[in-house]
């Protein structure tokens, strides 16, 4: 598996959701933040947009649930279209069950953590999952600055990965462009999520492509 490109939808224009899509097509995935206004201070978007953007936009949907009950949310998100569905360790009462529920629905599972939840404690359920994502912002807003301190932990999880013997993705998610995105690469992630980057850009798809080529030139 090689680096992969989601866009993130949170800075697109909800207005043209399908255009915007569009305008992303050689993206590897369109991240969906989902957001309750409870777990983080914000309000997006939720299923019945998720079910119909899976009909519009060519790549899978990579949807992170930053609300709160994750265990009851999730696997509806995978009958909604979701290929990938990402819930928040800090909001999820049981996440081996929901992790095997999402999978057993037929979606990757995703784990996500904080910049200050540490990864260690998890490393007995990383067999469960299929992804795991570490937030480079705190959770809630797109555009904000980069946090070098989540660097180091991208580290510790590879290693731990590579420990156990996984096929275990890293997405980062926050603050990705690309001033950040090769120091990320060089940790050890292989997932980007990039909003603010790529459609602030003149042209998203050609953002996509300068992104994945400095992520993959820095692991080379």
């Not at 079910?51 to 994750?70: F, G, R, T, V």
């Not at 939840?117 to 490393?123: G, K, R, S």
Request: net charge negative; charged share 25%; proline share 6%.
């Amino acid at each position: 598996m090689g680096i992969q490109i989601a866009p993130s939808i949170l800075t697109a224009d909800f207005a043209r959701l399908a255009d915007e899509a569009a305008a992303v097509s050689n993206a590897d995935w369109l991240h969906v933040d989902v957001m309750d206004n409870h777990f983080v201070p914000n309000l997006t978007l939720g299923l019945p947009i998720v079910e119909s953007l899976a009909k519009a936009a060519e790549q899978p949907l990579d949807c992170h649930l930053m609300i709160e009950d994750p265990d009851r949310w999730a696997p509806g998100y995978v009958e909604a279209g979701a290929s990938s569905v990402t819930f928040h360790v800090e909001a999820c009462r049981a996440p081996i069950r929901t992790a095997r529920e999402i999978r057993a629905k037929g979606a990757r599972a995703a784990m996500a953590l904080k910049p200050a939840t540490p990864i260690e404690p998890y490393e007995d359920m990383l067999s469960e999952l299929d992804m795991i994502l570490l937030m480079t912002v705190e959770p809630g807003f797109g555009g904000q600055k980069f946090l070098d301190v989540v660097v180091p932990k991208i580290r510790r999880t590879r290693d731990l990965i590579s420990k156990h013997g996984l096929d275990l993705w890293i997405e980062i998610d926050g603050g990705i462009s690309a001033e950040t995105i090769e120091r990320c690469a060089e940790a050890g992630a292989d997932v980007f999520v990039a909003g603010s980057a790529v459609y602030s850009a003149d042209n998203p798809n050609a953002m996509v492509e300068h992104l994945r080529s400095l992520a993959t030139e820095a692991i080379s």
